[in-house]
């Protein structure tokens, strides 16, 4: 029963380095949306993508932020630059299909020193 | 953009009562969706629901999606300790994109 993985679970980084969150969506799922939860927070959409596709980009920053969804591989979030603003809980969520129910992963939480 | 409003914000209760909390939001959803988050993981889906005025159960679990599209409740009978956690709603329009309450975080006392 492998639902969405994502990993690292847990990634510090001091100021000014490249965090990289890696997700794996669920088998059969060819679609991965990307949200941002802050502390005692929703969470936030930031990024929809299909394999090779950038869908929606509307919620991610427009400068450092990127996203990608390769043909083979899992979808990285890639934060360039950290800063400490960017600390939050990032989740990976999949769907087999674009309006079906989305099923998230673990979250990977982000610590900028 | 779309706003949802989620209450109450926490709850402190005892073991063996029931539960209620709410969403509205600003504007209309086709999508209401029910979640449970528990310390260090991800939002797992409780209920979900696609029609206006639809009343689901999932175990001791109810939720409706109400019938003006803008609000939504779910109900929690007879509470367990287990039942701790952060409970989310989020709604979703006419594409993929899901919106999230602030959560409501409940506290089960043995």
């Known amino acids: 029963n492998a639902g969405v993985m994502q990993n690292p679970r847990h990634l510090v980084r001091r100021r000014g380095q490249e965090a990289r969150l890696r997700c794996s969506p669920m088998?059969?799922?060819?679609?991965v949306y990307w949200y941002r939860q802050l502390p005692e927070e929703g969470l936030k959409f930031m990024v929809y993508?299909?394999?090779?596709?950038?869908?929606?980009e509307s919620g991610m920053p427009k400068e450092r932020f990127s996203a990608e969804f390769p043909k083979e591989g899992p979808s990285i979030l890639r934060i360039q630059q950290v800063v400490r603003g960017d600390s939050a809980a990032y989740f990976c969520?999949?769907?087999?299909?674009?309006?079906?129910?989305?099923?998230f992963g673990p979250g990977t939480r982000l610590l900028v020193l | 953009g779309q706003q949802l409003n989620q209450s109450p914000q926490s709850m402190f209760i005892q073991e063996g009562e029931d539960v209620s909390m709410n969403c509205t939001s600003s504007?209309?959803?086709?999508?209401w969706l029910w979640y449970k988050q528990d310390p260090g993981e991800g939002p797992v889906l409780l209920i979900a629901?696609?029609?206006?005025?639809e009343l689901t159960s999932n175990g001791r679990l109810t939720a409706q999606f109400g019938i003006t599209r803008k609000d939504s409740f779910l109900n929690i009978s007879a509470s367990i300790p287990s039942d701790v956690g952060i409970y989310f709603c989020?709604?979703?329009?006419?594409?993929?994109?899901?919106?999230f309450g602030k959560g409501t975080l409940l506290t089960v006392n043995p």
């Open positions: 969520a999949s769907s087999p299909l674009e309006r079906e129910t989305q099923y």
């Open positions: 088998k059969g799922h060819s679609h």
């Open positions: 993508l299909q394999k090779e596709n950038i869908i929606d």
């Open positions: 504007s209309i959803f086709n999508t």
């Open positions: 629901l696609y029609k206006a005025g």
């Open positions: 989020a709604g979703r329009g006419s594409n993929y994109k899901l919106t």
